[in-house]
């Protein structure tokens, strides 16, 4: 969206992501980020913290991605973190009801830092590729990518209909060179490029042939 800040920031989560569902059914995730930087010291030939930037961050389940849910189960407390998302401002009213304002990162993508760390990534799979039903998807049994005739005879792992299956298609055939095309005769023929030396082109018949 048009006029929206975008911005990537690199830290520590303060505390572990704590997942819940609003009022209307929606499923949020908030967490925040501890950001500092750091500055060489030549006196003591170290590196000394600097300002931290504490950065309140939110993400929100979607029809498409499960994005709340996999921060809460995947990070934690301490973790590292690289974090991209648009600032957002809000408004809220406090327990001594008056009105205060918050700026807060709306994560659009995040992961874990591998500079000092190792992670294992798992991939979910939606079921509009998994083919939970007959007849239709990614691994089902009537049609879809896993099926039996198919492309070059043996299944791609599956049922009816597939990329791979029980019919093979005939491999292509070269097309032939008309009699009268100069470029089909063999390379001892005078007329071909295999002949050409550099007596053809004026040089000396005993050096090399290009």
Do not use: H
């Not at 520590?12 to 060489?40: H, M």
């Not at 005939?170 to 089909?184: E, Y």
């Amino acid at each position: 969206m048009a006029g929206e800040t975008i911005i990537t920031v690199v830290g520590n989560l303060t505390r572990d992501p704590e997942l819940r569902t609003v009022g209307n059914g929606s499923t949020v995730v908030n967490f925040t980020i501890a950001s500092s930087t750091r500055t060489f010291n030549r006196n003591t030939n170290q590196w000394d913290d600097g300002d931290t930037l504490f950065l309140n961050c939110s993400a929100w389940d979607s029809a498409r991605t499960s994005m709340a849910t996999n921060i809460a189960n995947s990070l934690s407390k301490g973790m590292r973190v690289i974090a991209q998302g648009r600032l957002t401002q809000r408004s809220y009213q406090a327990q001594d009801g008056s009105q205060r304002s918050v700026v807060e990162l709306r994560v659009d993508e995040i992961g874990p830092a591998l500079s000092r760390a190792t992670a294992q990534v798992t991939r979910q799979t939606s079921s509009g590729f998994n083919g939970g039903q007959q007849g239709g998807g990614y691994g089902n049994n009537g049609g879809g990518y896993q099926g039996g005739a198919g492309y070059s005879g043996g299944g791609f792992n599956g049922g009816n209909g597939g990329y791979q299956g029980g019919a093979s298609a005939p491999a292509p055939q070269a097309p032939s060179a008309p009699v009268s095309d100069p470029w089909s005769n063999d390379s001892g023929s005078s007329n071909a490029f295999g002949s050409f030396g550099t007596s053809d082109f004026g040089g000396d018949s005993d050096e090399p042939e290009f």
